[in-house]
């Protein structure tokens, strides 16, 4: 257990519609990031929060936002669904952002956009 | 930018022979390296990375690996390949010079170890 939680664990959705990923980091973990892993494009990093702020941003795509609340846990919004954005999708947290640390990966949030 | 690459999509072994997976990385500056595993529906796990200091990075589950300099290589190795070391394993590299600690993971090597 990486002490990572993210739910849903598994979600089902139609075209068009918005959903939210939620995440809670390892107690003491300043850094979210979130990971979109798909059979075509690997693990691709989305977006990046250090202690409620911005801190690095990816392959996100506009109608995708994220945000870190003030108990650090996070959510990432996905809307206007497509076909192409079923995927697992990642939450990971460190204890800082320097860069010397590991990253603990949640179980996942796999979504299936039809 | 930073990249990294996995040249085999699948290694295959014999239990109890040595395990190597392959691993090279571009960055701008010096580079802090991982090597991840990923088990069915689960998600990744750490198992070693490289920060400074002694190239023979030696990490979980008798895992090592070795950073190269000049051949901008981080190779997972093992002396002795189990079963339940089948996995999919991802390396992974951050740029020191770059403040975000945004990692980038290579594409993945599927390991398959056959009794």
């Known amino acids: 257990d990486s002490g990572v939680t993210q739910t849903p664990k598994h979600l089902i959705t139609a075209t068009g519609q918005r959903v939210t990923l939620r995440c809670s980091p390892r107690?003491?973990?300043?850094?979210v990031y979130w990971y979109q892993q798909s059979l075509d494009q690997g693990l691709q990093f989305l977006i990046q929060?250090?202690?409620?702020?911005?801190?690095a941003k990816g392959n996100i795509l506009e109608r995708f936002s994220a945000q870190q609340f003030p108990d650090l846990h996070s959510e990432l919004n996905l809307s206007s669904l497509e076909l192409g954005d079923s995927a697992l999708y990642f939450c990971?947290?460190?204890?800082?952002?320097?860069?010397?640390?590991?990253?603990?990966f949640g179980e996942g949030s796999r979504l299936t956009v039809l | 930018a930073q990249s990294v690459a996995q040249p085999e999509d699948q290694v295959n072994v014999a239990e109890g022979n040595p395990l190597t997976v392959k691993c090279t990385y571009s960055?701008?500056?010096?580079?802090?390296l991982f090597w991840y595993v990923q088990y069915p529906n689960r998600g990744l796990q750490f198992l070693l990375k490289y920060i400074t200091g002694d190239n023979l990075v030696k990490g979980s589950y008798g895992f090592e690996a070795e950073f190269n300099k000049s051949q901008t290589s981080f190779h997972l190795k093992k002396p002795s390949a189990l079963v339940s070391d089948s996995a999919l394993y991802f390396c992974?590299?951050?740029?020191?010079?770059?403040?975000?600690?945004?990692?980038?993971f290579g594409d993945g090597t599927t390991l398959t170890v056959k009794p």
């Open positions: 107690s003491g973990d300043l850094s």
């Open positions: 960055v701008s500056g010096n580079p802090y």
């Open positions: 992974a590299v951050r740029d020191i010079n770059t403040n975000a600690g945004k990692s980038t």
């Open positions: 990971a947290s460190s204890v800082a952002t320097s860069g010397t640390g590991e990253l603990f």
């Open positions: 929060y250090y202690n409620g702020e911005e801190r």
